[in-house]
């Protein structure tokens, strides 16, 4: 299952604080992700705020996963997340289309 993980700011952290080894640490444990075909894609919006396509059993099963995450388990960021199903609207269009 595809699943789509948008990350969204925690208020008030202080990223001056942040050490370059947890950022380093974070960094490292996407890579895995991607190595293991988990996360299939991911992206940085015009907010800098990453995107990700996850391949999970389950939005729960993505949920684990990313909690699992140096910046999440901290508390740095959160994400939303949401499952992605096939698209089905073309009948829908196709018989508008056909009727005309």
């Not at 974070?26 to 991911?42: F, G, S």
């Not at 729960?60 to 910046?71: D, I, S, T, W, Y």
């Amino acid at each position: 299952m595809k699943i789509l993980a948008i990350e969204k700011d925690v208020p008030g952290v202080d990223w001056s604080s942040v050490s370059k080894e947890l950022l380093a640490q974070e960094a490292l444990d996407v890579y895995r992700m991607y190595l293991t075909e988990q996360l299939r894609e991911h992206y940085f919006n015009e907010e800098k705020c990453a995107v990700l396509v996850l391949e999970c059993d389950s939005k729960v099963h993505a949920q684990e996963l990313l909690g699992k995450l140096p910046l999440v388990e901290k508390n740095l960021i959160a994400f939303d997340i949401m499952e992605l199903h096939p698209y089905t609207g073309y009948d829908r269009i196709i018989h508008v289309v056909a009727q005309q």
